[in-house]
């Protein structure tokens, strides 16, 4: 069965075509304004990764930061996952 416990938000596609100043401060504006909604709805998250021009949002209820963040003020899409650590 497939449990997710991660959230991939991918941003807007107008924030690629800003050059690399405003671009880093509109990804900045964006992260503050997704830990607020997280925090506002008191869903619970561990920590926020960017990585390849994504937001990775590790949480314990992944069903409900896509809940709220899909009315997200500059979130494109939502896609859930499965991060698995494998030990050798």
Known sequence: MFEPNCVVVLLAPELTLKSAAVRAFMQARLKKNILLCLKNKNVPFS???????????????????VSVLEKCFGVHALYLLRKVVFQI
């Open 47 to 65: 920590k926020m990764v960017f990585m390849g021009g994504r937001y990775l949002v590790y949480s314990t209820d992944p069903m409900s930061a």
